[in-house]
């Protein structure tokens, strides 16, 4: 098998050396770094199909990497786990789940073991962004506060985002890339005194008693919270076409988590189904480890995302389909090829538009939905609950951060404490930060008639203003808002280039005309591999929105400390296109064409819906046609909404089919949800169980 790690990235540090810990698959001795989630040390030895299904033999791999499905689960030391949970054991033995679990006989009757009980002023679900900032912000004022994730480290997604992020470096340290922000907040949480956090600890469910159940590392706890805040995130939506259980597609998520948390280089040419920043930025990311990015498709005639992050992937060779989508998915055992094709203004497919491209991964990255199920729980049962980040409101991680302190002093608030009004002005922010980004707006570089002066290839409004905070001449201003506002550079430039490296869109070049009038140097910022690109060199350089002008000599490469891992390389640019270099391009077109394509499409019907029971459309549009309409019926029949996934992933997908069969919504009786809402072993509970 190929050791597939990651030994050299562009902006996180290698991996330490520490010794590594030795388990087996199917009889086969592997190494893991200690502590390493089971999935990423299966991935990173070449693994990728974890098992098949029992019910049709399909080939199963990891979905979300996030505990939200059962795709990934596997056989560890006779036990079945979902391998991006758990972290490998020095010599456990892992094997492929291949068919249901044979449970053992029980001679006696076990004894229940002694649940403890803790009681808190307030009960945070969830380390993210938003948990982590409502912590602070409580403890601060000396509330008392348990906060509670299921990983074995805070900071929920940021602990994924290698980018800076937006906003304002005031409110939301914009220009801060997301580990170190994941730092910088755990380190606030854990200086506080009356702030206590516990890791690899899963809420399971709330209940009648108002009381919180959690696992912890194996112990089952019972958590009595006055005032409850949910700030568990969201979840990766899912979306049916044939061959999407096929190992190798999963979500922009799982990529991430294998990448950026865990080192492991999990492909080598990758196709992008989404164009919202998740897939976006997903795309970047892989481009920083050296893969192959085929392509892009949005359904949509324009990206969801910010067009920065579009236009970043562009300028450096990616091409993004637009109005095009996701046809199918081929292979046998795993990903070999996708073929997208066009969408017409009711997202049907135009027949004669298909494009097959051979490839081993396919991100999915269509849309989040809310982890609410314990916030509704709650809800019935009367417990004081407060919800916070995507958990409440789908929305970047900037608005999460500052949108966790303004549920901080609504739970306050409901302790019963003098916090006074919340500022208006914090909600007016928090608004902003979760706003949509506003239309494209191409416009001309004025001619400033300077030496030296930057260019802003920002045409869009977005919450993000760094670069007017950093310019030490004042020169950037933001124009119509402060933040949401068009950047405009007016007066003076030193040509510093502290506006190109702290700009999260890498939207900004510098162009400097003080030494050659007619082949000015043009400063662009590069956050690739190191050694990818370096003096003498020639790149293909590119205009806002990736469309070549021209090769060009590179001058040099700068590395600069406070740059933060972003090098500036300056090119030497006729004058007259100076202003017009935006970046340039990593990728070769010649190497992203399309192949002939497979004919092994399933139809329709064959498509699976629910991907832990493995149930088909054509199952559920069957019993549909009999006459149900209640989901309970179909789980009894059919047992969708009874997988490890625990019915979260179904039901959206069973009111599309309901409605492609004439029936609507409120004719139908949805899916009765009970905690637990997590699957727990049952020896957790058991007296001396082991958690098995």
């Known amino acids: 098998m190929t050791e597939r790690r990651v030994h050299e990235h562009p902006v996180l540090p290698p991996p330490a050396d520490e010794p590594t810990v030795a388990f087996y698959w199917q009889g086969l001795r592997l190494q893991a770094r200690p502590g390493e989630m089971i999935s990423s040390a299966l991935f990173a030895a070449g693994v990728h199909s974890f098992g098949h299904h029992p019910r049709d033999g399909a080939p199963l791999g990891i979905f979300c990497a996030n505990g939200q ?43 229940l073991a002694e649940t403890p009980l803790r009681r808190v002023q307030v009960l945070i679900i969830g380390a993210g962004p938003a948990g982590l900032s409502a912590g602070i912000e409580l403890a601060s004022r000396g509330i008392q506060v348990l906060v509670v994730d299921d990983k074995d480290r805070p900071g929920g997604k940021l602990v994924l985002q290698t980018h800076k992020f937006f906003g304002s470096i005031e409110d939301t340290r914009a220009g801060t890339r997301g580990t170190d922000l994941a730092r910088g907040l755990a380190a606030e949480l854990a200086a506080q005194p009356g702030a206590e956090l516990w890791l690899e600890a899963t809420a399971v469910g709330v209940f009648s008693d108002r009381r919180v159940g959690v696992v912890q590392r194996g112990r089952y706890h019972l958590v009595e919270p006055r005032v409850l805040l949910v700030a568990t995130g969201a979840r990766e939506k899912q979306i049916p076409f044939p061959g999407h259980t096929l190992p190798g597609v999963y979500g922009a998520g799982a990529f991430q988590t294998l990448l950026n948390r865990d080192l492991v280089r999990p492909c080598e040419r990758l196709f992008v189904l989404g164009g919202g920043n998740v897939g976006l930025i997903a795309a970047y990311h892989a481009l920083q480890a050296d893969i192959e990015v085929v392509g892009l498709v949005e359904a949509l005639p324009e990206v969801g995302g910010y067009r920065v992050h579009a236009d970043k992937v562009r300028r450096l060779g990616v091409p993004v389909y637009l109005s095009h989508t996701v046809k ?341 009786t949805p899916n009765t949800l009970r905690p637990l809402f997590v699957e727990v072993p049952f020896g957790v509970f058991a007296k001396g169980g082991g958690g098995r």
């Open 69 to 111: 499905c059962a795709q990934c689960t596997v056989v560890a030391n006779g036990v079945a786990v979902k391998s991006c949970m758990v972290p490998v054991a020095a010599n456990m033995v892992v094997e492929p789940c291949d068919s249901l679990p044979v449970l053992p006989l029980v001679q006696d009757q076990p004894e």
């Open 328 to 668: 199918a998915a081929h292979g046998t055992d795993h990903l070999e090829a996708v073929t997208i094709a066009q969408v017409d203004q009711r997202f049907a497919v135009v027949p004669g538009t298909e494009k097959t491209f051979a490839v081993d991964t396919l991100l999915v990255a269509v849309g989040l939905a809310p982890l609410d199920e314990l916030v509704a729980q709650a809800q019935v049962f009367g417990v004081p609950v407060f919800s916070a980040g995507d958990a409440e409101r789908i929305a970047e991680a900037s608005a999460a951060t500052f949108g966790g302190r303004i549920a901080a002093l609504k739970v306050a608030t409901a302790l019963g404490l003098e916090v006074g009004e919340i500022p208006q002005d914090w909600y007016d922010k928090l608004a902003v930060l979760e706003a949509r980004p506003g239309p494209w707006q191409p416009r001309e570089q004025p001619s400033c008639g300077l030496q030296v002066y930057p260019v802003l290839h920002c045409n869009q409004e977005i919450p993000c203003n760094p670069c007017s905070s950093v310019c030490a001449k004042g020169s950037i201003t933001m124009q119509g808002h402060p933040i949401m506002g068009l950047p405009e550079f007016q007066g003076e430039c030193t040509g510093c280039a502290r506006c190109a490296m702290i700009c999260p869109g890498l939207a900004i070049t510098i162009v400097d005309a003080r030494k050659d009038a007619e082949v000015p140097l043009v400063t662009v910022p590069f956050e690739q591999r190191g050694g990818m690109v370096k003096a003498g060199d020639t790149v293909l350089a590119t205009d806002t929105m990736g469309a070549p002008l021209g090769r060009f000599e590179v001058a040099d490469v700068k590395d600069r400390k406070i740059a933060d891992h972003t090098v500036l390389v300056r090119l030497r640019v006729p004058v007259e296109l100076a202003p017009r270099v935006a970046g340039f391009r990593i990728q070769s077109p010649e190497e992203l064409l399309p192949i002939e394509a497979p004919g092994d499409a399933p139809v329709a019907d064959d498509v699976i819906i629910c991907r832990c029971e493995h149930v088909s459309a054509g199952e559920i549009r069957a019993a549909i046609r009999g006459g149900v309409r209640d989901v309970n019926e179909l789980k009894a029949q059919l047992r969708v909404c009874m997988g490890a996934c625990c019915g979260k992933n179904c039901p959206e997908h069973l009111v599309r089919i309901f409605r492609q069969e004439g029936v609507e919504p409120g004719e139908v």
